[in-house]
């Protein structure tokens, strides 16, 4: 089973399905609900439903009937990932990585490290995730399964850069030859590369090479089912337009990744919108719609403290700050960015919180500033 299937594919389980009779169907259900996981988690989630009944009056042996039920329980733990219940994911993770037939399925293994991967990145524990998707990567080496193995590479390089993107460039380099690209590219591997590439030519200020490489990232996201990805890609589209000073194309992109991640009830995904779209409203100099937004982004984060987005929203906060001349608040703010979990390791947000510092406190120490005389206080939902 692929890690990811493209929209043929999909298309293809269903048809087969609809000429099939209920216990024939429960391998390509099974494929089909992987396959949705991330296009439609409600229906994916139902599938399996369908798939456990079916198993139950299978003659399939034990460890067979194992194996299919960790599958199921593998999308079970992507959907609660998907709505930041990041415990309850990792619970059934690591309950999968202790179940005693989970070592005949190699496959199995790879995916249950990756998305414990993804888990600890959003609980902001990145030694952990680091150390998670290598084993991933181990896992998908031992079966030759190259697909899974370079995408979880990708993968790992795209989580790496926001830390130390010439070290992610190397390890990304070490793994791929762009100047000599492959020319059959699965669309779930190409949307990881060019996510990657965008977001390393972005770091650079190569600002148009950036949207180029996004834009296709963000086409193969949704041709591949990897809507989360592709939210995510749309809204840093719509940020390279907002430091282009072309806020129109910003909020369109921004707009966009929004549209895509209310439907699908995804909070880590709309408070990011939310977060982007009050970045470029500040930019405006639209500051009361902008908090507005960024408030409304932290009520979606309140269960991920300890994400990267939760800092962003409080670095968006502190430029506010800083913008109303309030430099107390400003103080304040960039100082509580600088320890949170989710801008540990990371340089870009440590660079923010210390330029951010040193320009509040010259403008308190300035002679005749016009800053609000009191500090201010952030009330944040935990």
């Known amino acids: ?15 087969r399905l609809a000429d099939m009779v209920a216990q024939e169907q429960l391998d390509d259900m099974l494929a089909l609900a ?11 989630l139902g599938l399996c439903n369908q798939v456990s009944i079916l198993l139950n009056k299978s003659s399939r042996s034990e460890a067979d009937k194992a194996l299919v039920y960790l599958r199921l329980q593998l999308i ?7 709505h930041a219940d990041l415990d309850a994911a990792a619970g059934i993770v690591q309950a999968i990585l202790r179940h005693p037939e989970v070592h005949l399925d190699a496959i199995c293994l790879s995916d249950a490290h990756r998305l414990l991967g993804f888990i600890y990145s959003d609980q902001g524990k990145h030694v952990e995730c680091d150390i998670e998707m290598a084993i991933s990567i181990d896992e ?6 190259v697909l899974r193995r370079q995408c979880t590479a990708a993968a790992l390089a795209r989580i790496a850069v926001l830390r130390d993107h010439k070290l992610a460039k190397s390890y990304f380099d070490r793994h791929f ?3 000599n690209p492959p020319k059959d590219v699965h669309p779930a591997l190409g949307a990881l590369m060019n996510d990657f590439l965008g977001l390393y030519a972005g770091l650079n200020e190569e600002l148009d090479d950036s949207i180029v490489f996004l834009d296709k990232a963000y086409r193969l996201c949704l041709q591949s089912g990897q809507i989360r990805r592709g939210i995510l890609t749309a809204a840093n589209i719509g940020y390279t337009y907002s430091k282009m000073s072309n806020y129109e194309a910003a909020l369109e992109w921004q707009q966009k990744a929004l549209k895509l991640a209310k439907p699908a009830g995804w909070s880590p995904n709309i408070g990011n919108c939310l977060m982007q779209i009050g970045d470029t409203l500040r930019k405006m100099g639209s500051l009361d719609a902008a908090e507005q937004m960024l408030h409304e982004s932290l009520e979606q984060l309140a269960t991920l403290t300890n994400s990267r987005n939760y800092a962003l929203t409080i670095s968006v906060l502190a430029d506010i700050a800083l913008d109303r001349r309030d430099y107390h608040l400003a103080q304040n703010l960039f100082s509580q960015l600088a320890m949170l979990p989710g801008a540990q390791e990371q340089a870009d947000l440590q660079q923010l919180a210390i330029q951010g510092q040193a320009k509040a406190h010259a403008k308190m120490k300035s002679p005749g500033r016009d800053a609000s005389s009191g500090a201010g206080t952030l009330f944040v939902k935990r």
């Open 140 to 145: 998908a080496s031992k079966v030759d399964d």
């Open 1 to 15: 089973m692929d890690l990811y299937a493209t929209d043929s594919e999909v298309k293809q389980l269903e048809q």
């Open 177 to 179: 030859d762009v100047r």
């Open 76 to 82: 079970r733990a992507e959907e609660r990932w998907l």
């Open 34 to 44: 992987w396959g949705l996981r991330q296009r439609d988690s409600r229906q994916a």
